[in-house]
């Protein structure tokens, strides 16, 4: 069981982490969601002791980390965005290495070094240097090397960044195996990731928590928020600026082209973005081809905490105009 | 007792790291080159008959070549011991592990001195060679051994400081050459005190002195007592440097 209680950091007097609570059971996984730079990795550096928190505490297993690191980080895994083993180490003898680090009894070692190995995939490459693996074993290099003391608490940032599709999918496939035996929080900015893997998302966004839940209660708060998809006959290129000065709209980005435009619209709580839209399209005589209204994906979601804040920041400076969301690519967040 | 554990496994895995990297051979090369040349110039010196033949050890260490030398070597064995580990960022997954950073700095700090220690070992082999051809008196040159260990633990442990300053090797390697200059000089001032008590005091401090007593079999505690105390302290500097860096 991993508990963050007000967790706060400032790197010389800039907020970089403000009042970030949340608890992780045992046996669950926490998806810990957002854009770069919002304060990811720093919280999970806070989690694991790396960084002293300017505010709050970090229980991993009940042990308070600030307090009795030495004592909480045996339960703890941790596999770090920026991995670095070391190249000149032989597979095994880095998990052993890291076994020993840990206080595995001697007589384990061997058993648990060899258990670690097989459980992550890598028993193939054992007696090859690190140095000579691709990313995507390295991944999982560093994976055995963080669960080879079985620790309560796994901590994993971004553990999929950088692998190719068929590894993506092993490590997805280990990680979900690996709830049963550990309490895990991951990291990442890829959604699918999120919506396949955890049992709940917390969405951070400038070191804020801005939204917590299941991806299904996330979705549902959102479809309280209208979406539409609005397709107009022939290229219009200045059709998503335009429909951005609507009224309660939050978001518009156009999708794909040939022959005619797709610009999809995510409005604000309670608007009904159809009529103002249609209003719009008749007054610059446009051809409306559909008008749909739409699901909330978690994406929608995603992009609309995250933009909400920049919008809100765009107020406050007059003259600068938010950025306009760049079209979403399969999955990915923009960034 | 798994502080122990995990300090061994540091030093396993940080004095086997020296011998994949290049630097570790030609620092072996070179200290075999010049180690090799002193003791062609010994053996001649000991072909004069007016040579004293009371310390033979002590020929070894007067030389200016053996202290640049030896100070050039420490500052080389020591640069990469905390830097290398913070560029790479592999500093974040050791410290995220069940280790206080004075274990780290403790276990690097040990690797460094085993690496010396270790360029010294094909030296045991010229006093074997010299007792072939005449007796020996072992004490002096198993005290001279004891002092040149002394020696490296006080200058790799200045080099661990400079090492936990920065990320980068080579101005590890400077700022630690530096620092071993520093703690070499230090003694030196010896010469300008001109209070007697304190000019005492200052003694200890020159390192010319310390080797020249352990070459004579002079076991000096108060000299031991110098370098451990002086160890201990930059390696607590270390620590704290560690501590303070680690996440930049």
């Known amino acids: 069981m991993l508990e963050v209680q007000g967790l706060s950091k400032s790197f010389y007097g800039t907020p970089a982490v403000e009042d970030v609570s949340f608890r992780v059971e045992t046996g669950e996984i926490l998806g810990f969601l957002g854009p770069n730079g919002a304060g990811k990795t720093t919280t999970m550096r806070m989690i694991t002791g790396f960084l002293p928190p300017t505010a709050g505490r970090v229980l991993l297993a009940d042990v308070d980390v600030t307090e009795k690191p030495l004592v909480a980080k045996r339960e703890l895994g941790y596999l770090p965005e920026t991995l670095a083993l070391y190249p000149e180490m032989r597979v095994r003898e880095y998990v052993a290495f890291r076994a020993e680090l840990c206080g595995v009894p001697s007589s384990e070692k061997k058993a648990r070094v060899d258990e670690a190995i097989q459980k992550c995939f890598v028993d193939d490459v054992a007696s090859t240097p690190i140095g000579n693996l691709s990313k995507g074993y390295r991944q999982r290099v560093g994976l055995a090397g963080a669960l080879v003391h079985k620790p309560k608490v796994l901590v994993l940032d971004e553990p999929t960044v950088g692998l190719d599709p068929r590894q993506i999918v092993k490590v997805r496939d280990l990680i979900r195996d690996l709830r049963k035996d550990h309490t895990i929080l991951l990291s990442t900015h890829i959604l699918p990731e999120v919506e396949v893997l955890c049992d709940r998302i917390l969405i951070i966004d400038r070191g804020r928590i801005v939204a917590s839940g299941t991806p299904g209660t996330l979705r549902h708060e959102m479809s309280q928020a209208p979406a539409v998809t609005v397709v107009l006959k022939g290229e219009v290129p200045e059709a998503d600026a335009v429909l951005r000065q609507i009224p309660g709209v939050v978001r518009a980005a156009r999708i794909g082209a040939g022959g005619e435009t797709r610009v999809s619209l995510a409005g604000a709580e309670g608007s009904d973005l159809r009529e103002p839209v249609f209003r719009e399209v008749l007054a610059r005589g446009w051809t409306l081809l559909e008008l749909t209204p739409r699901q909330a994906t978690l994406e929608d979601v995603f992009v609309r905490l995250v933009s909400r804040d920049a919008a809100a920041e765009a107020d406050t400076l007059p003259g600068v105009e938010a950025e306009p969301p760049a079209p979403v690519p399969s999955g990915e967040v923009p960034q | ?248």
């Open chain 2, 1 to 248: 007792m798994s502080a122990l554990k995990a300090f061994r496994a540091i030093v396993k895995r940080e004095f086997f790291s020296y011998f994949v990297s290049p630097l570790a051979y030609v620092v072996l090369t070179a200290f075999l080159l010049i180690q090799g040349y002193t003791f062609y110039l010994i053996v001649l010196a000991l072909n004069q008959p007016e040579t004293p033949r009371t310390a033979l050890m002590s020929l070894f260490f007067t030389s200016v070549f053996y202290w640049i030398f030896m100070m050039l070597i420490s500052s080389v064995i020591a640069m990469r011991l905390l830097s290398e580990e913070r560029k790479t960022g592999s500093i974040e997954a050791l410290l995220t592990a069940p280790v206080s950073e004075a274990t780290v700095v403790a276990g690097k700090f040990a690797a460094g001195w085993c690496f010396f220690l270790f360029l010294w070992l094909p030296t045991v082999l010229y006093p074997v060679l010299l007792s072939r051809f005449g007796t020996l008196d072992w004490g002096p040159i198993a005290a001279g051994y004891l002092g040149i260990a002394l020696v490296g633990a006080l200058f790799i442990s200045a080099g661990t400081f400079a090492s936990a300053l920065t990320k980068n090797q080579i101005v590890a390697a400077i700022v630690g050459f530096v620092f071993i200059l520093g703690v070499f000089l230090v003694g030196v001032f010896r010469d300008f005190v001109t209070d007697p008590g304190l000019r005492d005091a200052v003694s200890y401090l020159n390192l010319l002195e310390h080797m020249d007593d352990f070459a004579r079999g002079i076991v000096d505690t108060r000299r031991i007592l110098y370098v451990a105390s002086t160890v201990v302290f930059f390696l607590f500097l270390s620590t704290r440097a560690l501590e303070a860096n680690k996440g930049r």
